[in-house]
T-cell receptor, first 110, second 113 residues
């Protein structure tokens, strides 16, 4: 059974701080890694994808991947109240469907 | 911007009744997925289609759930009979073969009473 683990939170950070969200996965054959943001009552929205070890930056978001440790993270710099949402980590290998974690609730306090 | 269309947006039904959800993926997306998301949990795959063929329905409760994509475009997910435990968000997503991530529709929030 392929598993994706996330701390459910809530993770509370002050406005302007860096939020760090973490995810581990069980399948060593995993090849593609995604972060989705989900506002309450809404559907998930893709914000980052990463496929190779290292960092990938897009605006205020940085995804980090370490395949040896089976670990992927998302950093949000200069956090804003509008970043308050649940962040879902998703993983797949080859052409298999995405397996999602349970999500981490982030609360950015103004 | 291209979107995955889903309807209805909300559905309230009594247990033991039948309910159906509809999804129209982004044009050109051959792969279509139905996921179920229970409140406080991550989405869980119900069924995956490649064109009109089912690729993976191993987690679909086939005694009450059915899914079809007859012409390889839009899809319908049906539950009959609905049970209280089926209350959840039903999400449809589509993707290109390059696996650059799914695009989700707005979802159908089902409440079984």
């Amino acid at each position: 059974q392929k598993e994706v683990e996330q701390n459910s939170g809530p993770l509370s950070v002050p406005e302007g701080a860096i939020a760090s969200l973490n995810c581990t996965y069980s399948d060593r054959g995993s090849q593609s890694f995604f972060w989705y943001r989900q506002y309450s009552g809404k559907s998930p929205e893709l914000i980052m994808s990463i496929y190779s070890n290292g960092d990938k930056e897009d605006g205020r978001f940085t995804a980090q991947l370490n395949k040896a440790s089976q670990y992927v993270s998302l950093l949000i710099r200069d956090s804003q109240p509008s970043d308050s949402a649940t962040y879902l980590c998703a993983v797949n290998s080859g052409n298999t469907p995405l397996v999602f974690g349970k999500g981490t609730r982030l609360s950015v306090i103004a | 911007e291209a979107e995955v269309a889903q309807s209805p947006r909300y559905k309230i039904t009594e247990k033991s009744q039948a309910v159906a959800f509809w999804c129209d993926p982004i044009s050109g997306h051959a792969t279509l997925y139905w996921y179920r998301q229970i409140l406080g949990q991550g989405p869980e795959l119900l069924v995956q289609f490649q064109d009109e063929s089912v690729v993976d329905d191993s987690q679909l409760p086939k005694d009450r759930f059915s899914a079809e994509r007859l012409k390889g475009v839009d899809s319908t997910l049906k539950i009959q009979p609905a049970e209280l435990g089926d209350s959840a968000m039903y999400l449809c997503a589509s993707s290109l073969p390059d696996w650059s991530g799914y695009t989700f529709g707005s979802g159908t929030r089902l409440t079984v009473v």
